[in-house]
């Protein structure tokens, strides 16, 4: 009888302990589940089933201690409209803060290259922190050892990484030529890999034993953010570089696909478009994207007439600054096209970008969306409306921009396929990493190349 009671005890400490680990979030169990979790004890592995795939009640309990923008309004802004039925309040609301965010978008613009790069960083961070947030709350609840330090030790690495590949492409014809800065040059991606090594033995040495499966999905969730996020970012940053216009168009794109298809769907919308999101209609989606193939057009001609947006930003060594000044390439030169239609001919003077344009444009509305509809899937399976509540009316930051990172990496991919040649300053920083004697090959090379072709 006395082995009958202590094995009783012992059975139902394992269930309370069981129960602690969720967090308080789980579903009483069985007596058959009792004595696994007891066995489970016993073994280097003590997750139980309910911990390996989060109950309903445990992912309730995570989205309440985040934060939802939708539903912070500020105050005075909600008692101007609080006669208003809510579907108005929330166009109202939602109008206001898109037009501010457009009028700050034009303003970081007009600071011009080094602005957008630190906005792109900085809107960088927040996405990331936003996504994270979600992870910390499981961090919280289980106590789990330095998850927060290592996900922002991570990030700190990978933008090492990222953002000095950057610099060396475009200014590593500069840089080389400074002695203290030409050893974090020459090893660069080996000084990367250092930095992440750290982080990844200081990971191994935080794993706790009764939490390995967590700790292993929360380090997984930190690279998954940081290959969403961070490696989209170095995408927009080298989008720009190769001239405003790049960066300028799609991201104008997508807010007005984004716009015209909350406004069709809002007045005409009667069709459900995806399940994912029950509020996308139909005709929002065809709206916006014929909206946003007009509007890529016309943006696109007007931008194309100002050397500020179309010149690559490039290094000066004699200014010793950035410059946005060029002869304009073929892509930005008027040329003459012939059109017939209904046996009637007509020659029009068009910009060669704008054919390229209808290509983003195209992207953007049809594709583009299905970055939104990615992030509504991801806030569903933590029954979250919002990512933050930074934006009244909108949500988080991550909220405006699930799409644009998408876009990016289309941009960046196009360009690189269809559109960029050859980098001189790029050629010159790998010529610069060679031995001497070895540029002295290459140096006889070219002149007798130079030569043969001159006679």
Known sequence: MTEVRRRRVEDEAALHAGEAALGGGGVSTGAGEKRNSSAADSSDHVDSEEEKIPEEKFVEELAKNLPQGTDKTPELLDSALKDLPDRW?????????????????????????????????????????????????????????????????????SNYFFYGENLVDYFGVVINRLEYLKFLVTYHRFLSFALYIIGFVWFVLSLVKKYYIKQFSLFAWTHVSLLIVVTQSYL??????????????????????????????????????????????????????????????????????????????????????????????????????????FGLGKTLNIYPFIWHSISLSLFSSIIGPFGGFFASGFKRAFKIKDFGDMIPGHGGIMDRFDCQFLMATFVNVYISSFIRTPSPAKLLTQIYNLKPEQQYQIYQSLKDSLSEVLT
């Not at 910390?136 to 700190?156: A, D, E, K, M």
């Not at 709206?287 to 007007?302: M, W």
């Open 236 to 341: 927009i940053i080298q989008n720009i570089f190769e001239g405003l216009i790049w960066f300028i168009v799609p991201v104008s794109m997508i807010v007005c696909n984004d716009v015209m298809a909350y406004v069709f769907g809002f007045f005409f919308g009667r069709t459900p478009l995806i399940k994912l999101s029950p509020k996308k209609t139909w005709e929002g989606f065809i709206g916006g994207g014929f909206a946003t193939v007009l509007f890529g057009i016309l943006f696109s001609y007007v931008l194309c007439n100002y050397q500020y947006f179309i010149c690559p930003i490039q290094y000066s060594e004699e200014l010793a600054r950035m410059t946005m000044s060029c002869v304009p390439s073929y892509l930005f030169t008027p040329q003459e096209y012939s059109l017939k239609l």
């Open 89 to 157: 309040k929330n166009w109202v609301i939602r109008g206001i803060f898109t037009w501010i965010m457009i009028c700050g978008f034009a303003l970081i613009i007009y600071g011009g290259p080094l602005a957008l790069m630190v906005t792109t960083l900085l809107v960088q961070v927040k996405c990331f922190q936003e996504i994270i947030s979600i992870g910390y709350q499981v961090y919280r609840i289980h106590g789990l050892p330095w998850f927060r330090s290592l996900s922002w030790y991570f990030l700190l690495t």
